[in-house]
């Protein structure tokens, strides 16, 4: 009997033992997998960008200039890749002869390639102005954009410009302008 009842306490202890073993247990939830959101084209941005343009009024020979400026816009993606967006440009132009500003509001729309790549159309009408003289004009051009940060691109963009003005002689497109530029996006 007794070696019944020392069986039994056995049996109980290692019964109890066991079931506590496995309150120890704690059940884990697994880690999320996580993936990188990529860089966002959506929202406001400034930046500053720099140059060359020429420009040749009514068949003249062309002049360069040297350029510098900002841009300030806001994109928008209604549809995955479409991007749409509105800029406003200003630039101070120079040679060894005159001096000159140029501002402009642009529409612009592309596709985003990658999530760090987008290229893109841009046009839009402006005023510039040089030797106390102001004349309406407009742009039409295009440029690649890259995101070498969360927050921070690098633009390279070329537009032909012309001018309202009309009359015999006159180009459709007077001149053209290329810039490089850096860009922060919030």
Request: glycine share 18%.
């Amino acid at each position: 009997m007794f070696g019944r009842s020392v069986a039994a306490v056995f049996a109980v202890v290692l019964v109890g033992g066991a079931a506590q073993a496995a309150d120890l247990i704690i059940p884990s939830t697994p880690v999320p997998i996580y993936e990188a959101g990529g860089f966002s084209w959506e929202g406001l941005y400034v930046g500053v960008r720099g140059g060359l343009s020429t420009y040749g009024d009514n068949g003249a020979a062309q002049v360069g200039f040297g350029q510098v400026g900002g841009a300030v816009g806001v994109n928008f993606i209604p549809a995955d890749p479409l991007l749409l967006g509105l800029e406003v440009t200003g630039d101070y132009y120079w040679n060894n002869a005159t001096t000159g500003s140029a501002f402009y509001a642009n529409l612009k729309a592309g596709v985003v390639v990658t999530d760090q790549a987008l290229i893109y159309a841009i046009g839009g009408i402006g005023v510039d102005t040089s030797a106390g003289v102001s004349t309406t004009m407009y742009q039409v051009g295009g440029g690649v954009e890259f995101a070498v940060t969360d927050a921070v691109t690098i633009r390279g963009e070329a537009v032909a410009q012309g001018d309202f003005t009309g009359g015999a002689g006159d180009n459709l497109f007077e001149g053209a302008t290329g810039t490089v530029g850096v860009f922060y996006h919030f």
